[in-house]
Protein backbone atom coordinates (compact mmCIF):
# COMPACT_ATOMS: atom_id res chain seq x y z
CA UNK A 1 0.00 0.00 0.00
CA UNK A 2 0.86 3.49 -0.40
CA UNK A 3 1.78 5.38 2.34
CA UNK A 4 -0.28 8.18 1.07
CA UNK A 5 -2.77 5.79 1.16
CA UNK A 6 -2.32 4.34 4.07
CA UNK A 7 -2.25 7.77 5.80
CA UNK A 8 -5.74 8.73 3.88
CA UNK A 9 -7.13 5.39 4.28
CA UNK A 10 -6.63 5.30 8.14
CA UNK A 11 -9.54 6.06 10.69
CA UNK A 12 -10.73 4.43 13.53
CA UNK A 13 -12.63 1.35 13.32
CA UNK A 14 -15.39 0.65 16.22
CA UNK A 15 -16.93 -2.47 14.98
CA UNK A 16 -14.67 -5.51 13.94
CA UNK A 17 -15.73 -8.68 12.39
CA UNK A 18 -14.95 -12.07 14.21
CA UNK A 19 -12.44 -13.05 12.11
CA UNK A 20 -9.39 -14.01 14.47
CA UNK A 21 -5.78 -12.14 13.06
CA UNK A 22 -2.79 -14.63 12.72
CA UNK A 23 -0.48 -14.07 16.02
CA UNK A 24 2.51 -13.90 12.94
CA UNK A 25 0.55 -10.90 11.05
CA UNK A 26 0.63 -8.94 15.08
CA UNK A 27 4.29 -10.08 15.38
CA UNK A 28 5.19 -8.77 12.01
CA UNK A 29 3.05 -5.23 12.57
CA UNK A 30 4.62 -4.93 15.85
CA UNK A 31 8.24 -5.63 14.33
CA UNK A 32 8.16 -3.14 11.67
CA UNK A 33 6.11 -0.40 13.71
CA UNK A 34 9.08 -0.83 16.24
CA UNK A 35 11.46 0.83 13.42
CA UNK A 36 9.26 4.15 14.98
CA UNK A 37 11.97 7.16 16.42
CA UNK A 38 12.58 7.62 19.56
CA UNK A 39 14.55 10.00 21.65
CA UNK A 40 18.10 9.26 21.58
CA UNK A 41 16.60 5.86 20.42
CA UNK A 42 15.48 4.72 23.88
CA UNK A 43 12.39 3.03 22.76
CA UNK A 44 10.39 2.85 25.76
CA UNK A 45 7.43 0.92 24.27
CA UNK A 46 6.38 -2.50 25.21
CA UNK A 47 3.92 -4.40 23.73
CA UNK A 48 1.28 -6.80 25.82
CA UNK A 49 -1.01 -8.21 23.19
CA UNK A 50 -3.81 -9.68 23.88
CA UNK A 51 -6.80 -11.77 22.48
CA UNK A 52 -8.91 -15.12 22.96
CA UNK A 53 -10.34 -15.69 26.69
CA UNK A 54 -7.63 -13.32 28.46
CA UNK A 55 -8.78 -10.47 26.53
CA UNK A 56 -12.73 -11.83 26.94
CA UNK A 57 -12.07 -11.93 30.63
CA UNK A 58 -10.67 -8.01 30.29
CA UNK A 59 -14.02 -6.64 28.48
CA UNK A 60 -16.34 -8.62 30.89
CA UNK A 61 -14.65 -7.08 33.88
CA UNK A 62 -14.26 -3.63 32.41
CA UNK A 63 -17.70 -3.84 31.59
CA UNK A 64 -18.19 -4.57 35.05
CA UNK A 65 -16.54 -1.47 36.09
CA UNK A 66 -18.07 0.86 33.73
CA UNK A 67 -21.68 -0.29 34.92
CA UNK A 68 -20.64 0.60 38.36
CA UNK A 69 -19.57 3.59 37.51
CA UNK A 70 -15.79 2.92 38.77
CA UNK A 71 -13.50 5.77 38.33
CA UNK A 72 -9.89 4.97 36.79
CA UNK A 73 -7.25 4.31 39.54
CA UNK A 74 -5.29 7.53 40.07
CA UNK A 75 -1.95 6.15 38.19
CA UNK A 76 -4.46 6.72 35.06
CA UNK A 77 -5.58 10.01 35.90
CA UNK A 78 -2.82 10.64 32.71
CA UNK A 79 -5.19 9.75 29.84
CA UNK A 80 -8.07 11.59 31.62
CA UNK A 81 -7.76 15.18 30.02
CA UNK A 82 -10.44 18.04 29.67
CA UNK A 83 -10.55 20.01 27.10
CA UNK A 84 -11.17 23.76 28.08
CA UNK A 85 -14.72 25.04 27.78
CA UNK A 86 -15.38 26.91 24.95
CA UNK A 87 -12.47 26.04 22.99
CA UNK A 88 -12.26 24.90 19.45
CA UNK A 89 -10.61 21.50 21.05
CA UNK A 90 -14.04 20.57 22.77
CA UNK A 91 -15.21 21.93 19.76
CA UNK A 92 -13.95 19.03 17.79
CA UNK A 93 -14.72 16.64 21.02
CA UNK A 94 -18.39 17.10 20.84
CA UNK A 95 -18.24 16.85 16.37
CA UNK A 96 -16.84 13.74 16.16
CA UNK A 97 -18.97 12.68 19.15
CA UNK A 98 -22.37 14.01 17.32
CA UNK A 99 -21.28 12.58 14.35
CA UNK A 100 -20.78 8.90 16.29
CA UNK A 101 -23.87 8.69 17.76
CA UNK A 102 -26.07 10.32 14.84
CA UNK A 103 -24.42 7.47 12.94
CA UNK A 104 -25.03 5.31 15.35
CA UNK A 105 -29.39 6.47 15.74
CA UNK A 106 -28.51 7.03 19.44
CA UNK A 107 -30.48 10.26 20.58
CA UNK A 108 -29.11 12.84 23.02
CA UNK A 109 -31.70 11.90 25.97
CA UNK A 110 -31.46 8.36 25.25
CA UNK A 111 -29.62 7.50 27.94
CA UNK A 112 -29.01 3.61 27.58
CA UNK A 113 -28.42 3.87 24.43
CA UNK A 114 -25.46 6.37 24.92
CA UNK A 115 -24.74 4.18 27.80
CA UNK A 116 -24.56 0.63 25.55
CA UNK A 117 -22.47 2.88 22.94
CA UNK A 118 -19.78 3.61 26.03
CA UNK A 119 -19.30 0.01 27.00
CA UNK A 120 -18.42 -0.96 23.19
CA UNK A 121 -15.17 1.05 23.72
CA UNK A 122 -14.30 -0.78 27.15
CA UNK A 123 -14.91 -4.29 25.26
CA UNK A 124 -12.45 -2.99 22.63
CA UNK A 125 -15.54 -2.63 19.68
CA UNK A 126 -15.44 -6.76 19.43
CA UNK A 127 -11.75 -7.02 18.12
CA UNK A 128 -10.11 -10.30 17.76
CA UNK A 129 -6.97 -8.52 19.52
CA UNK A 130 -5.98 -5.57 21.40
CA UNK A 131 -2.50 -4.13 21.80
CA UNK A 132 -1.30 -2.25 24.84
CA UNK A 133 1.65 -0.41 24.98
CA UNK A 134 3.54 0.08 28.14
CA UNK A 135 6.28 1.86 28.82
CA UNK A 136 8.53 1.83 32.59
CA UNK A 137 7.44 4.29 35.05
CA UNK A 138 10.59 5.10 35.94
CA UNK A 139 10.34 6.82 32.80
CA UNK A 140 9.67 11.03 32.44
CA UNK A 141 6.14 10.75 31.21
CA UNK A 142 6.24 13.33 28.55
CA UNK A 143 8.75 12.51 26.31
CA UNK A 144 7.83 8.62 26.37
CA UNK A 145 4.11 9.88 25.05
CA UNK A 146 5.65 11.19 22.52
CA UNK A 147 7.78 8.02 21.51
CA UNK A 148 4.82 5.90 21.97
CA UNK A 149 2.99 8.06 19.80
CA UNK A 150 5.36 7.56 16.69
CA UNK A 151 5.19 3.81 17.29
CA UNK A 152 1.31 4.09 17.66
CA UNK A 153 1.01 5.64 14.48
CA UNK A 154 3.08 3.30 12.85
CA UNK A 155 0.89 0.13 14.10
CA UNK A 156 -1.95 1.57 12.90
CA UNK A 157 -0.45 2.69 9.57
CA UNK A 158 1.24 -1.11 9.07
CA UNK A 159 -1.54 -2.84 9.83
CA UNK A 160 -4.27 -1.06 6.77
CA UNK A 161 -1.27 -3.29 4.75
CA UNK A 162 -2.24 -6.34 6.46
CA UNK A 163 -5.90 -5.23 5.96
CA UNK A 164 -6.39 -4.94 9.23
CA UNK A 165 -7.82 -1.63 11.22
CA UNK A 166 -7.49 -0.04 14.23
CA UNK A 167 -9.16 1.96 16.80
CA UNK A 168 -6.49 3.80 19.52
CA UNK A 169 -8.56 3.92 22.82
CA UNK A 170 -7.79 5.68 26.64
CA UNK A 171 -11.19 3.69 27.04
CA UNK A 172 -8.79 0.16 26.44
CA UNK A 173 -6.25 1.10 29.32
CA UNK A 174 -8.56 3.16 31.78
CA UNK A 175 -9.06 0.29 34.26
CA UNK A 176 -5.35 -0.64 34.79
CA UNK A 177 -6.16 -3.26 37.40
CA UNK A 178 -8.41 -5.30 34.82
CA UNK A 179 -5.27 -5.29 32.64
CA UNK A 180 -2.85 -6.12 35.06
CA UNK A 181 -4.57 -8.89 36.75
CA UNK A 182 -5.62 -11.04 33.67
CA UNK A 183 -2.61 -9.72 31.38
CA UNK A 184 -0.26 -9.90 34.40
CA UNK A 185 1.27 -6.66 33.93
CA UNK A 186 3.62 -5.48 36.72
CA UNK A 187 3.69 -2.63 38.88
CA UNK A 188 6.48 -1.00 37.08
CA UNK A 189 5.24 -0.40 33.88
CA UNK A 190 2.68 2.55 33.05
CA UNK A 191 -0.01 1.44 30.66
CA UNK A 192 0.20 4.22 27.52
CA UNK A 193 -2.14 3.22 25.18
CA UNK A 194 -4.35 0.45 24.01
CA UNK A 195 -4.88 -0.33 20.27
CA UNK A 196 -7.99 -2.53 19.29
CA UNK A 197 -7.02 -4.56 16.19
CA UNK A 198 -8.58 -6.78 13.70
CA UNK A 199 -10.87 -6.53 10.13
CA UNK A 200 -12.81 -3.73 9.95
CA UNK A 201 -17.05 -4.88 9.82
CA UNK A 202 -17.67 -2.69 6.74
CA UNK A 203 -21.51 -2.60 7.44
CA UNK A 204 -21.43 -1.25 10.85
CA UNK A 205 -22.68 2.14 10.75
CA UNK A 206 -19.86 4.02 13.18
CA UNK A 207 -17.35 3.15 11.27
CA UNK A 208 -18.78 5.22 8.21
CA UNK A 209 -17.53 8.25 10.13
CA UNK A 210 -15.31 10.49 8.60
CA UNK A 211 -13.19 12.76 10.78
CA UNK A 212 -12.42 16.37 10.05
CA UNK A 213 -9.61 17.89 9.99
CA UNK A 214 -8.56 21.80 10.24
CA UNK A 215 -7.43 23.25 6.94
CA UNK A 216 -3.86 22.98 7.19
CA UNK A 217 -3.45 26.91 6.01
CA UNK A 218 -5.35 27.48 9.41
CA UNK A 219 -2.38 26.00 11.42
CA UNK A 220 0.35 26.37 9.44
CA UNK A 221 3.00 29.83 10.27
CA UNK A 222 5.53 30.24 8.12
CA UNK A 223 9.02 32.03 8.65
CA UNK A 224 11.05 33.04 6.08
CA UNK A 225 10.14 30.81 3.60
C1 LIG B 1 -4.73 8.99 22.46
C2 LIG B 1 -6.03 8.62 21.82
C3 LIG B 1 -7.04 8.10 22.59
C4 LIG B 1 -8.26 7.74 22.00
N1 LIG B 1 -9.23 7.18 22.78
C5 LIG B 1 -10.40 6.79 22.21
C6 LIG B 1 -11.38 6.13 22.99
O1 LIG B 1 -11.21 5.89 24.19
N2 LIG B 1 -12.53 5.73 22.37
C7 LIG B 1 -12.75 5.96 21.03
O2 LIG B 1 -13.81 5.56 20.54
N3 LIG B 1 -11.81 6.57 20.27
C8 LIG B 1 -10.65 6.97 20.82
N4 LIG B 1 -9.68 7.57 20.04
C9 LIG B 1 -9.91 7.75 18.60
C10 LIG B 1 -10.21 9.22 18.28
O3 LIG B 1 -11.53 9.53 18.67
C11 LIG B 1 -10.02 9.42 16.77
O4 LIG B 1 -8.68 9.20 16.42
C12 LIG B 1 -10.43 10.82 16.31
O5 LIG B 1 -11.80 11.04 16.53
C13 LIG B 1 -10.12 11.04 14.83
O6 LIG B 1 -10.81 10.07 14.08
P1 LIG B 1 -10.05 9.08 13.10
O7 LIG B 1 -9.09 8.27 13.93
O8 LIG B 1 -11.14 8.23 12.50
O9 LIG B 1 -9.34 9.90 12.09
C14 LIG B 1 -8.46 7.92 20.61
C15 LIG B 1 -7.42 8.44 19.83
C16 LIG B 1 -6.21 8.78 20.42
C17 LIG B 1 -5.11 9.30 19.56
Known sequence: MELQ???NGRKSIR????????KETLRKILELSARAPSAE???PWEFYVLGGETLDKIRTDNVEKVRNYEMPPPEMHHIMVERPKGSVFRERQVEIGKQLYGLMGIAREDKAGRAAWVEEGFRYFKAPAA???VAEKSLPIEGTYLDVGAVMQNICLVALDFGLHTCIENQGI???EVLRKHADI???KRLMAAIAIGYADPDFPANKVESRREPIDHIITWCGI
Not at 15 to 22: E, H, M, S, Y
Open 5 to 7: DAI
Open 15 to 22: RFLPKAVP
Open 41 to 43: NTQ
Open 131 to 133: III
Open 174 to 176: TYS
Open 186 to 188: PET
